[in-house]
């Protein structure tokens, strides 16, 4: 999968990470846990992230994005009906869009202000239908985003802590490899930038 990744992966990570607002992750029903999945990994690597049902928000729940918030849109055929429904809100109510699917020429990727293009995938399930590979490969390159961002979230292991304190042995190991402490503000920049 990392192979396929090109300059858009950088491209939205300046989007994601750039904005003073925060990610507002969204997709169809078939990506389910997998929009809170990523949202965790953001929020505990020092980025504010909230989950959007794609249907809820036509009916009211558009009402969290903020102008400042970037959208990520996650479907793997970019063509659902209520992902396609919910492009043009997105637009008028969000900074920027960042679009996850399998498909080029879809109608998510032609919208979206980036497009990460996960390229063809085979579903392991006997007919191919089942989401699978295609889920796995969305929660793998939105952890890969989150982490990526570490360093732009200027965040450090007394900030994991802080963020995840029943991540405290992962922190106390990041601190062994280090061979020092971790600094103090465990996302300084991060919190000035959102103006929290």
Do not use: W
């Not at 504010?48 to 794609?54: G, H």
Request: glycine letters at 12%; charged letters at 20%.
């Amino acid at each position: 999968m990392a192979l396929r990744l090109d300059d858009s992966f950088l491209r939205a990570i300046d989007l994601m990470y750039g904005c003073v607002g925060r990610v507002g992750i969204t997709g169809n029903r078939q990506v389910g846990r997998r929009r809170q999945k990523i949202a965790g990994t953001l929020n505990s690597t020092g980025t504010r992230a909230y989950v959007l049902d794609a249907t809820r928000a036509m009916h009211g729940d558009l009402g969290m994005v903020h102008p400042n918030d970037v959208a990520l849109v996650l479907s793997h055929s970019g063509e659902s009906e209520e992902i396609v429904r919910l492009l043009e809100p997105l637009r008028a109510l969000a900074m920027a869009i960042v679009g996850l699917t399998s498909n080029r020429n879809s109608t998510l990727a032609g919208t979206a202000d980036v497009a990460i293009i996960l390229g063809p995938l085979e579903e392991v399930c006997p007919l191919g239908l089942a989401p699978s590979t295609s889920t796995t490969a969305m929660i793998a390159v939105g952890d890969a985003l989150g982490v990526r961002a570490e360093p732009y979230a200027r965040i450090h292991a007394r900030g994991f802590r802080a963020l995840s304190p029943r991540g405290k042995p992962r922190a106390k190991a990041i601190k062994g490899r280090c061979g020092h402490a971790p600094r103090r503000g465990f996302a300084a920049g991060r919190v000035h930038a959102h103006g929290a």
